[in-house]
């Protein structure tokens, strides 16, 4: 067996008031558990919870992932936008063009997402939360699937997309140039080894993949904390 996606992480300097963002736009329920912090529960499909923990790190660059929320309608991109508005969202300028049909915005921390239009025939099957659209190699791509158990769904022009086998969202990778990377992502996943699993042969197994360890073991933290193979950190959780 496999780790499972347990989260999205995302580091926040107020963790709550992001939680209450993203709650309010997704819809979803928010719990705060001491052991892993502010967390949203999904409330469809999606099989991964987003939680935030408190970081003093300063965004300095775009972020190399990002939500891609889907529409229906016009009028459904329309209230989505404005839902996150009114949240305290912003509109950004990443380069977008009109004819690409989304909205781009960020959120009160400036974590970007996109609200895409409807008729999107790569993400229709998909639910709200359509994507997590990620800056970062074919091989990263390739790294995922296996870590995760997750197929690929998409493989060209070294582009890469997995998909759980439950559906979901699905993952992306854009392929090169992959942006430089600077300082520590604020968006991680979070894996959680499998159930009754011992989470060091998990760990051996990653590295085996081309993960590499960044820290020892947190201790009390209760995650070890790795990065693949384009340098982005993720951490593996203490079997709850």
Not at 30 to 43: A, C, E, R, Y
Not at 59 to 71: E, G, I, P, Y
Not at 129 to 138: P, V
Not at 170 to 183: C, E, Q, R
Request: net charge negative; charged share 25%; hydrophobic share 40%.
């Amino acid at each position: 067996m496999t780790c499972q996606l347990f989260a999205i992480c995302f580091g926040a300097n107020r963790p709550l008031r992001l939680a209450q963002f993203w709650a309010g736009v997704l819809g979803w329920e928010m719990v705060d558990d001491p052991d892993v912090g502010v967390t949203l529960l999904p409330s469809d499909d999606t099989g991964f919870r987003i939680r935030f923990l408190p970081s003093q790190e300063p965004k300095v660059a775009q972020n190399r992932m990002h939500f891609d929320l889907t529409s229906t309608s016009l009028e459904d991109q329309r209230q989505t936008v404005d839902r996150a508005l009114a949240l305290g969202g912003q509109h950004i300028d990443v380069g977008q063009r009109p004819e690409e049909g989304h909205v781009v915005l960020a959120d009160p921390e400036g974590n970007e997402f996109c609200v895409v239009g409807p008729g999107n025939s790569f993400l229709a099957d998909c639910g709200f939360i359509g994507a997590l659209a990620c800056d970062g190699s074919q091989e990263v791509g390739y790294f995922w699937s296996e870590a995760l158990g997750w197929p690929l769904v998409w493989d060209q022009d070294q582009e890469t997309a997995i998909r759980s086998p439950h559906g979901g969202p699905k993952i992306t990778w854009g392929g090169p140039p992959v942006a430089p990377k600077t300082g520590k992502d604020r968006l991680r996943f979070d894996l959680a080894p499998p159930v009754q699993g011992d989470r060091q042969a998990e760990v051996d197994r990653l590295l085996s993949l081309g993960a590499a360890r960044i820290d020892a073991d947190q201790g009390e933290a209760g995650w070890v904390e790795l990065a693949d193979p384009d340098g982005n950190e993720f951490s593996v959780l203490t079997p709850r």
